[in-house]
């Protein structure tokens, strides 16, 4: 059996064949790539297409101490390209234009399915393209992206990437308010959505929720000009026969049907020439205040940066066929599911639907019909699936499995040995892979024909990162030790600011350790260096790999008028990784409730999405303070786990607080 404790060694089928095919060549290439940055990166850029060379000076000029100035990051200053042209009209010219860009796989297996080939999808990016461009949108523009895992997601965000429009796309199980609030701070010109879709046995009509987001955004202020939607609901066979257009609330010259747009444009569209520094996307990632950050990434170092973790990571070669289970609405699916494969000329699977519908082996059925080779995914989802035992498993070939990845929060060696074993069959490498909205991919992860795994460690850092550990002083921790996860050079795939508000940029990621990029995240390095990531050091959180802070929930719960004050902490939990655990103290003669207790998980779902839902909200008459007023947030993390240990409290102004919230807390379920 294997154990948490041993080191499991790719398979030597793997490394053979691989790119990277040992540690010693994996050592080679990461010294040049820290040494020689420019030269390593130049090298990459050479089989991609460049309008305007780069100038070799030029390649890389960057700031990241505050003490000496404004942030800034730059790569291939001087060059200029189309991310769009290099995906698809270079690989359709290098003969993949037959090749399958996607495979797309409906929520229900009986829905049609479709093949996707870089010809045709370079044909219904230009389209679309021309329909953004009618309907006025330029160069620089936003455009915001409400969508569920349809075809129609890559072909909106190549159009927009072609015209050199930014795409701002928000993951569709957030909320009308979510959605109106980064429709407003990104002020998009155009929202793209679509009627609806399905989710296992339940319908979601997005268009519905789209309008209130827009009419949400028109009350502050901003005024969204058009929404194009595509019809979904009627071509999944799933989906009852009633659902037709008429039912979906339409506004006469503001909406627009996809197909009725898409019907008389030409399928050729020059492209726009970026400069290298151009922005190619936003994407709102929560941030420790409560106001969401619109992490931004450009177009050169973005591009080299998915291009090369995707082919190095999965070790990705012609023929195989790669699966990436996130949404496009997150990081992961903007550089794993579009990104980076199409930069590889790769073929991909798309789907729409979820593990568990309509039976949970759809997963392991994906799998085994389309011979999947690489398959990503997400340790929340592999915990939720071990639960059903390996039968559902073993009704499928999953012999064509090389490589497995997992992402999102630190995979426990329990679901990483049952995903090697019942999945991999022992044969696959895992690649525990560590990144961020903000990294743009992969930075702490191992290399499938190379690292030799330890389950539970995203080991080390790819090509261009370098890791430092600190110390709460900012003192460099040597050898073995724990520390904050900071790194102290730019890769190309980084963002470059925070969309309208670089300031917030330099103070969240690089003023805490003037000279280094703050992850957020802590880590352990291991006698053999391996890096252990040990989880967020601020007051954020991850439930099931949707990372949100404790402060957003918090003020969403103070808006409900019984409410005085919230304390929101985080609760290991089996499946979710963490979960929410809410104390809320109620106003003056106000009482708590159950009424209350559904109020507020309603709220929070409304403002967030249904994902932020609290699991527990427990009545607070008193909440642990300093005298200084600071909520003693471990307190509170030992109330929500019932341990009575809460270590030395004798700096609150009022002690007798912790044994009430001890008899408060509610039974545990
Ligand atoms: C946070 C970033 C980019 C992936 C999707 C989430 C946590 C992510 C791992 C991993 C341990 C991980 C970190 C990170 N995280 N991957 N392999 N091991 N922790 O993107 O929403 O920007 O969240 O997810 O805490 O800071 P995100």
């Known amino acids: ?290 106001k969401p950050k619109g992490v931004l990434h450009t177009t050169a170092g973005y591009l080299l940066y998915a291009a090369t973790t995707f082919k190095i990571v999965f070790d990705y070669k012609p023929g195989d066929i790669f699966w990436c289970t996130a949404d496009i609405g997150w990081i992961t699916g903007h550089t794993y599911v579009v990104y980076g494969p199409l930069a590889n000329g790769a073929t991909s699977v798309m789907f729409e639907g979820t593990p568990f519908y309509p039976d949970n082996d759809r997963f392991w059925a994906v799998i085994d019909k389309y011979k999947v080779t690489q398959f990503y995914t997400a340790p929340t989802a592999i915990r939720a699936l071990m639960k059903f035992g390996e039968a559902p498993v073993l009704k499928h070939n999953l012999n064509g499995l090389k490589v497995l990845g997992s992402v999102g929060e630190p995979i426990n060696p329990e679901a990483w040995l049952w995903f090697y074993r019942y999945i991999g069959k022992e044969k696959c490498s895992i690649v525990d892979t560590f990144w961020q909205t903000e990294t743009g991919g992969h930075v702490i992860t191992p290399i499938p024909g190379a690292t030799p795994m330890k389950p539970g460690s995203a080991s080390f850092p790819f090509f261009g990162v370098k890791p430092t550990l600190l110390d709460e002083s900012g003192v460099e921790v040597k050898g073995e030790g724990e520390g904050y996860l900071v790194f102290s050079q730019p890769w190309p795939g980084m963002m470059r600011t925070l969309f309208g508000n670089h300031e917030r940029f330099e103070s969240t990621y690089f003023s805490k350790f003037p000279g280094f990029y703050c992850t957020g995240d802590g880590a352990r390095r291991d006698a053999d260096g391996y890096l252990w990531i040990t989880g967020r050091v601020d007051d954020m959180l991850n439930v099931s790999g949707h990372l949100m802070s404790t402060a957003e929930v918090e003020s969403v719960l103070t808006e409900h008028h019984r409410v005085a004050e919230a ?70 993390r030992k109330v929500a786990l019932n341990d009575r240990n809460v270590g030395d409290i004798s700096t609150l102004a009022d002690e007798s607080v912790v044994d009430q919230l001890f008899k408060n807390r509610p039974a545990d379920k």
């Open 1 to 290: 059996m294997p154990s948490e404790k041993s080191i499991y060694n790719p398979n030597p089928a793997i490394s053979r064949d691989a790119y990277i095919s040992s540690m010693a060549e994996y050592r080679k290439f990461y010294e040049e790539s820290l040494e020689n940055p420019e030269e390593f990166w130049m090298r990459v850029a050479k089989q991609f297409h460049w309008e305007t060379p780069a100038d070799p000076k030029k390649f890389l000029q960057y700031n990241f101490n505050i003490s000496k100035g404004p942030i800034s990051i730059k790569w291939m200053e001087g060059a200029s390209t189309n991310i769009c042209y290099n995906l698809l009209d270079r690989n359709v010219r290098n003969g993949l234009g037959d090749t399958i860009a996607y495979y797309w796989e409906g929520n229900h297996p009986d829905d049609y399915s479709r093949g996707l080939t870089y010809r045709k999808l370079l044909e219904e990016v230009c389209r679309f393209a021309n329909v953004l461009k009618d309907h006025g949108v330029k160069k620089g523009d936003r455009v915001s992206i409400y969508m569920p895992m349809i075809l129609e997601l890559p072909i909106a965000m190549l159009a927009c990437a072609r015209i050199g429009a930014v795409h701002s796309i928000v993951f569709a199980g957030f909320s009308s308010d979510s959605l109106a609030e980064r429709m407003f701070d990104c002020q998009a010109k155009v929202l793209i959505t679509a009627d609806g879709a399905w989710r296992g046995e339940k319908p979601l009509y997005l268009k519905a929720l789209c309008d209130v987001a827009l009419e949400k955004a028109e009350e502050m202020g901003h005024t969204v000009e058009k929404c194009i939607v595509v019809s979904h609901l009627k071509r999944v066979t799933a989906c009852a026969e009633d659902h037709v257009e008429q039912d979906i609330p339409w506004t006469e010259d503001r909406d627009f049907w996809w197909h009725e747009e898409m019907e008389d444009k030409e399928p050729a569209c020059y492209p726009e020439w970026m400069e290298a520094e151009d922005p190619l996307f936003m994407l709102y990632t929560s941030g420790s205040t409560g």
């Open 567 to 636: 304390a929101v902490v985080s609760r290991p939990h089996a499946v979710k990784g963490e979960c929410l655990y809410c104390f809320i103290t109620p106003n003056e003669n106000e009482t708590f409730d159950a009424k209350l207790v559904s109020e507020l998980k309603k709220l929070v779902r409304e403002r967030i999405g249904p994902f932020a839902m609290p699991d527990v909200v427990q009545h607070a008459p008193g909440l642990p303070k300093t005298r200084s007023g600071k909520i003693m947030r471990r307190v509170l």
